[in-house]
Each structure stands twice: as C-alpha cells, then as structure tokens.
C-alpha cells in the first residue's frame, strides 16, 4: 500500500482540466464500461496513470464507506480551494452538485475558506462557482 499512496497523491493533484473535467462530471463509477473514461482520456500515454486512477482513487478512495460522495466532494472543493486549482475545482464544483451540495453550501465553503487559503483563492473559486452556477 505504501507505493500506491504517492500514486493518490500524483492522481489527487495532476490531473489536468480536460480529464478532471470529464471525469468529475458523472459521480458513479468509471468503471461502468469496457473502457472507462480516463482510459479513453489517457490510458494511451499513461496507461499506468489511468490504471491507478480508475483502480485506487475512484474504484477505492471514492467508494470507501467511511465518508459520504457529499463528504468527499466538500474535502475535495475545499483542498481545491486552498490549493488554488480553478481547472479542477471547476470539474468538483459540478460532481459536488451532482453529489448533493447546494449552490448555498459550495459558496459559503468558499466564504469561509477565504479566511484559511487565502482572499485571493477564494475570489477565483467564486468566479469559476459563478460560471459553474450559471450552466
């Protein structure tokens, strides 16, 4: 387990907006189909990458009981946040949604955020939550 754990990590922060977007979309299993998204998005040049994705973080991480998909998204739209990563907060905001968060809870996350990651994070997490909002 322990060299599957720099794998979440690598996972967790460098998926890039395209795939994080497309992934996040949908709030089930990517493993639904033959051939799951991130498979299609990635697994030719980072077969090993779409494996870990597909296998630990959502197959594992997602699915674990211990947190709700609710509780998941919250931890993951405030480490976005606090992280500054309007591309993939872009992609959470929408699976929090799907997830079961209000529009009124995402942006008092982000409110009180503003005070612990920074005024600056949190006025970009507003902008991309507005675009979000509007679609």
Known sequence: MKKIIPGIL????????GLESS?????????????????QLMGDIAPKLAELTDDVLYTDVWERPQLSQRDRSLVTVTALIALNRP???RSHLVRAKA??????????TITHMAFYSGWP???SAVVIAKEVFAE
Not at 99 to 108: A, D, F, I, K, S
């Open 23 to 39: 992934m996040a979309q949908t709030p089930t299993s990517n493993l639904d189909s033959a051939k799951s998204r991130t498979q």
């Open 10 to 17: 690598a996972v967790s922060f460098c998926l890039g907006a």
């Open 121 to 123: 994070s949190a006025v």
């Open 87 to 89: 591309d993939q907060l």
């Open 99 to 108: 997830n079961g968060l209000t529009e009124e809870q995402l942006v008092e």
